[in-house]
């Protein structure tokens, strides 16, 4: 049997020339997933997923990594991504979270999550950096993968968009921290605010700055968010899809926004329009949900490994290594 020949795809070929040859070698359907506040000291991990359509439909204007482009294009790319996608989903893991079970965990978890949530089954999945197993599906780690696939810039527009929602909202829930204009992520004048007021509920304990801060950094990662210090009121909520369906994996707070709504929420706060219930859920059922339209997904029982006090993204935010 005669098999094809290898495909190279060259950086210079452009953002879609990778996505363009998966179609054409019989994988129509590209999602592409990636993740926003690995650096961040405050604030939730917010993954996404999203397939662009073949074509000219699929192709947005602008579309590169979000944090090479300024706010208000990444609101307008986010509406177009929105608006012509074949289906995406947003994820959102809590500070508490991410204090369990470690950043690496809880970053793989909530990509996973969001791809599993989507309504039209992936053929084949990029994802920026880190591999994702147990999908099902072919999938290859992409270096700089947001830079390089359309489909995981896209992914990486709605979850910055929706984490920097999100922390806007918690600027006015926690005042003194500028959580509105560092969205969490480890600056001078973030860190200043530790040291004048402590950490808040918001705050990753199991990074290294908000331990000092603390004063238990003594302590070891996964011990020092003080007992009982959660998220005030309930759930926490993502996006939804084309057609404005959302969906619901277990009792909880309120989530879900249509077509083009506001993405995510703060603690406790509801998420867009078309409110429906968000989850709160243990575990990782990773099965897809088969539900028709785009769907919402919330992760609230994922926690990752001792993050780092900064990540690598943390440049592009004003933060300092």
């Known amino acids: 049997m005669l098999t094809p020949p290898r495909a190279v795809v060259r950086r210079e070929s452009g953002i879609y020339a990778l996505e363009r040859v998966l179609q054409r070698r019989g994988?129509?359907?590209v999602a592409?997933?990636?993740e926003a506040g690995r650096g961040a000291c405050a604030g939730p991990l917010v993954a996404a997923a999203a397939v662009l359509p073949e074509g000219r439909r699929g192709e947005i204007d602008g579309l590169t990594d979000s944090k090479l482009l300024t706010p208000a294009s990444r609101e307008r790319i986010y509406t177009e991504v929105v608006r012509r996608a074949l289906a995406y989903a947003v994820v959102v893991i809590p500070a508490e979270e991410v204090d369990a079970l470690g950043l690496h965990v809880c970053n793989l978890a909530a990509m996973r999550r969001a791809l599993a949530a989507l309504s039209t089954r992936p053929d084949y999945v990029l994802t920026d950096g880190?591999?994702?197993d147990g999908l099902g599906v072919p999938g290859l780690a992409v270096w700089k993968g947001d830079q390089v696939a359309a489909c995981v810039a896209a992914a990486s527009v709605l979850a910055k968009v929706t984490r920097d929602r999100i922390?806007?909202?918690?600027?006015a829930r926690y005042p003194g921290y500028g959580f509105a204009e560092h969205k969490g992520y480890v600056t001078a004048d973030h860190n200043e605010a530790l040291r004048r007021q402590g950490p808040c509920a918001e705050h990753r304990f199991s990074y290294v700055n908000v331990a000092t801060a603390s004063g238990r950094a003594?302590?070891?990662?996964r011990a020092r968010r003080p007992e009982g210090l959660g998220r005030p009121g309930g759930g926490v909520g993502g996006t939804g899809g084309a057609d404005g369906l959302d969906e619901a994996d277990a009792a909880g707070g309120a989530a879900g926004s249509g077509a083009g709504g506001p993405a995510g929420s703060g603690a406790g706060g509801a998420a867009g329009s078309g409110a429906a219930p968000a989850a709160r859920d243990g575990g990782e059922p990773m099965e897809r949900t088969g539900l028709?339209?785009?769907t919402v997904g919330v992760a609230f029982g994922e926690h990752p490994r001792l993050p780092a006090p900064v990540g690598e993204d943390v440049a592009m935010e004003g933060g300092v290594r």
Do not use: H, I, R
């Not at 922390?167 to 600027?171: G, N, R």
């Not at 003594?218 to 990662?221: L, M, R």
């Open 27 to 29: 994988f129509p359907n």
């Open 32 to 34: 592409g997933a990636d």
């Open 130 to 132: 880190f591999g994702v």
């Open 167 to 171: 922390m806007v909202e918690l600027d």
């Open 218 to 221: 003594g302590s070891p990662p």
């Open 292 to 294: 028709a339209g785009s």
